[in-house]
């Protein structure tokens, strides 16, 4: 398995308000149906993605490799985080882990 | 409330009034080892359900802090529900929780659980659900208030009128893409656990996911479950009590039955018939119909607990 070497830049940022979600080079995945749309998310080195929950039921954001976890993200939350390395990042909910997605970050 | 020593549960009077109200939990009786379905109970069965001195109650998935479309009100529910176990005109042995006690694992929500359960002054066996485990201790604030006394993250087993109850945590460490998880430090405890018993003690086991694959495209199974069924298969009596699926679903399959119990907080769909399972918004005049308790009744001789699940539509 290759060496994932992401660093975790703004971790776990939960936001109820939508203001802090316009920065430029965002990217978003939004979860609804107890699904992460896109399911590939394609981005360049340096682009925060942020995760919003759209259900009304909690979700939570993990890393397969554990280098990034949101908090429990309740309806209109929102978690993001910054890909500082290239690679292809899994993750899925851990509370309905039949959800999955990956993160591919390219230089 | 009536006396222990006054139970005569169940008389037909209190299976009706039972299954009047079946949508808030449901009441087991253990029929000789075996829980039984009291709304299945034919005119014989359930004069000898009347020897039946133990009753216990299952409560699950309150989700204390819900408060979206489906139910703004599931406190309020759960409050009718514990007003319901008050009511019952035959005062059960104890209750188990099978877990989503809360919504979000805050201590607040937790604190409101506790005040509210603890209200219908019996003593409760919690397993939890996934939803109360994700606070920022992964879990601390649960097992500081329910772990004590327990193992792993909270598994455990106790005996109560002859019958074997054991309940197991199988919503910690969730494995990408799979569905419920007991682990092997579980299984090898459980294994333990049982190799003393005889195959005539009847055994309850219950968890929050159900321990078979009710649907696996929306997570409902455990995948290591089949290794608990197959620990069981020599135990004449096997009743498996589960939540998560916020409705019931039950299957008898040799000597073990399955059962699920309704929410106290909101429906979700049935398997395969939504986008995904999440909480199911029905009219408001329909919305006690869905949520509810069980009752499980316990006498001798007979092969299956009385299984009986009552509703809140009349609270």
């Excluded at chain 1, 979600?21 to 394609?42: E, W, Y």
């Excluded at chain 2, 190799?195 to 696996?216: E, G, N, Q, R």
Aim: aromatic share 8%; net charge negative.
């Amino acid at each position: 398995m290759k060496v994932k070497q992401f660093a975790l830049i703004a971790a776990a940022v939960l936001a109820v308000s939508h203001s802090d979600a316009a920065a430029a080079n965002d990217a978003t995945v939004s979860i609804s149906n107890f699904t992460f749309k896109p399911g590939d998310l394609h981005i360049k080195v340096g682009t925060r993605v942020v995760f919003r929950n759209e259900d009304d039921i909690p979700h939570r954001v993990a890393a397969v490799d554990g280098s990034f976890l949101s908090r429990a993200l309740d309806t209109d939350d929102q978690a993001s985080f910054t890909f500082t390395k290239p690679g292809v990042f899994a993750y899925y909910c851990t509370l309905h882990p039949r959800m999955q997605g990956k993160i591919i970050v390219t230089p | 409330m009536r006396d222990e020593d006054q139970i005569d549960y169940p008389s037909r009077r209190q299976a009706l009034e039972c299954m009047v109200w079946a949508g808030t939990g449901v009441l087991w009786t253990v029929s000789g080892g075996v829980p039984k379905s009291l709304g299945l109970l034919g005119t014989a069965q359930a004069a000898e359900a009347v020897q039946s001195p133990f009753t216990f109650l299952q409560i699950s998935d309150s989700h204390v802090g819900f408060n979206k479309a489906a139910n703004p009100h599931a406190i309020e529910t759960l409050k009718s529900a514990i007003g319901e176990v008050k009511a019952l005109a035959a005062k059960p042995a104890f209750m188990i929780h099978t877990g989503d006690i809360t919504h979000l694992s805050l201590a607040s929500q937790f604190d409101d659980a506790a005040q509210i359960i603890g209200g219908a002054g019996l003593d409760v066996h919690y397993v939890p659900g996934e939803h109360d485990l994700v606070d920022d201790g992964n879990g601390k604030l649960y097992a500081d208030r329910y772990g004590k006394g327990k193992l792993g993250a909270g598994w455990s087993s106790f005996d109560d009128h002859g019958v074997h109850f054991i309940g197991l945590v199988n919503v910690v460490n969730l494995k990408a893409g799979g569905l419920g998880n007991l682990g092997p430090e579980q299984l090898a405890w459980l294994a333990d656990d049982l190799k003393d018993k005889s195959a005539s003690t009847p055994i309850v086991v219950f968890a929050h996911i159900p321990l078979w694959t009710v649907y696996a495209d929306w997570g409902w199974g455990t995948d290591d479950g089949a290794q608990v069924l197959q620990l069981l298969r020599r135990f004449g009596s096997v009743t498996v009590l589960n939540g998560h699926i916020h409705q019931i679903i039950q299957k008898v399959e040799g000597h073990m039955t399955f059962h699920t119990a309704r929410s106290t907080a909101f429906p979700q769909p049935a398997p395969g018939t939504a986008p995904a399972p999440g909480p199911m918004t029905v009219p408001a005049d329909q919305l006690r119909k869905m949520l509810g308790i069980t009752c499980v009744a316990v006498s001798l001789g007979s092969q299956r607990l009385a299984i009986t699940d009552e509703t809140l539509a009349g609270s």
